[in-house]
């Protein structure tokens, strides 16, 4: 099946700067990634997602970035505020349309 | 937006017990899934339906079994718990499998097993 890693495990940033997040997945034909937030006691919920056709997709302050030839995607937070403190998932759908999920990014922005 | 529920919100029981923890979507949504979300894992899917009767096998089944008797209603069993499934379990639903349908979660479920 799908293998998707997730990287860094905890990013702690200031309030103002910026947040990165990557991934990588094993199968070529994933064509959908998305990711989802989830605040603390809370359930995930979707904030952004790319397909595969498309490289960048820019939403709220959210940059998604998609390379399928080094299977890696990303997401950039710009300008962080302290509610963007929470656990980001990111996601490949595979096989069956399944979809399979990193371990995760705890964010902390310091204010 | 979707209405995922879950019950019971917090469950406790005991080695070789018998748990269900059940899942209903008010939203008409084809597809239902069973993840469970421990620290360093990520969430992973456990099973998933996509529709009344239907069960497909997901990444991480063994000891569950789960059963979707309506479009709105999916029950994952436990029945003999074992401490390693102590866990934080999140049922979700979408309305396709795929063409990028976007999944809404349920509150989750904490089960301990002692």
């Known amino acids: 099946g799908e293998q998707v890693e997730q990287l860094p495990s905890i990013l702690r940033v200031q309030e103002g700067s910026s947040a990165s997040i990557n991934c990588t997945y094993e199968?070529?034909?994933?064509?959908?990634f998305p990711w989802y937030k989830q605040e603390p006691g809370e359930n995930p919920k979707l904030i952004i997602d790319i397909r595969s056709n498309m490289e960048r997709k820019q939403t709220q302050g959210l940059i998604v970035l998609l390379d399928k030839k080094a299977k890696r995607f990303s997401l950039h937070i710009t300008d962080t505020q302290p509610g963007d403190s929470a656990m980001y998932f990111c996601?490949?759908?595979?096989?069956?349309?399944?979809?399979?999920f990193g371990t995760g990014t705890s964010l902390l922005v310091d204010p | 937006e979707a209405a995922v529920t879950q019950s019971p919100r917090n469950k406790v029981t005991v080695t070789g017990g018998n748990v269900t923890l059940s899942c209903r979507q008010t939203?008409?949504?084809?597809?239902m899934y069973w993840y469970r979300q421990d620290t360093g894992h990520g969430l992973r899917l456990i099973h998933y339906?996509?529709?009344?009767?239907?069960?497909q096998i997901g990444d991480v089944p063994d000891g569950y079994k789960a059963t979707r008797t309506t479009q709105e209603d999916f029950f994952l069993l436990l029945e003999l718990a074992s401490p390693s499934q102590t866990s934080l379990y999140f049922c979700a639903s979408s309305e396709t499998g795929g063409n990028y349908a976007e999944q809404f979660f349920g509150p989750g479920t904490r089960l301990t097993v002692l």
């Open positions: 339906s996509y529709g009344a009767g239907n069960l």
């Open positions: 199968n070529s034909a994933s064509n959908y």
């Open positions: 939203n008409s949504h084809n597809y």
């Open positions: 996601a490949a759908e595979g096989e069956g349309y399944k979809l399979t």
